[in-house]
């Protein structure tokens, strides 16, 4: 069984930063990929990023590309969401998943096996 508790989450300006993180239980980091969903109010949850289990390659949503950075410290079961030049269309609770590899996830949630229980972020204009 995995578990994964997000942190990170909160109130920031337009143009600021913020890292989230997820900590994962179990053999998480061992077993899936690991990548970084949101839901925009009053949408469904879609793909923000994911880093690939096997070969590390990152993949990102068009609309974060060169603002968020995914990583991963192994030894200490994280995964991180780096996010600058915060924009308020970023507002959104922001899920830490967990999936059989990153392609995978980025190509739809259905392919998402474990969620994390989300962190609010809200961007202030």
């Known amino acids: 069984q995995v578990q994964l508790v997000e942190s990170g989450g909160g109130l920031v300006q337009a143009g600021g930063s913020l890292r989230l993180s997820c900590v994962a239980s179990g053999r998480a980091f061992s077993t899936y990929s690991m990548g970084w969903f949101r839901r925009l109010p009053g949408k469904e949850r879609e793909f923000v990023a994911a880093?690939?289990?096997?070969?590390?390659?990152?993949y990102y949503a068009d609309s974060v590309k060169g603002r968020f950075t995914i990583s991963r410290d192994v030894a200490k079961s994280t995964l991180y969401l780096q996010m600058t030049n915060l924009k308020p269309d970023d507002t959104a609770i922001y899920y830490c998943a967990a999936g059989p590899t990153a392609q995978a996830m980025r190509m739809s949630r259905n392919e998402v096996n474990y969620w994390g229980q989300g962190t609010q972020l809200t961007v202030s204009s």
């Open positions: 880093k690939s289990r096997t070969t590390g390659i990152t």
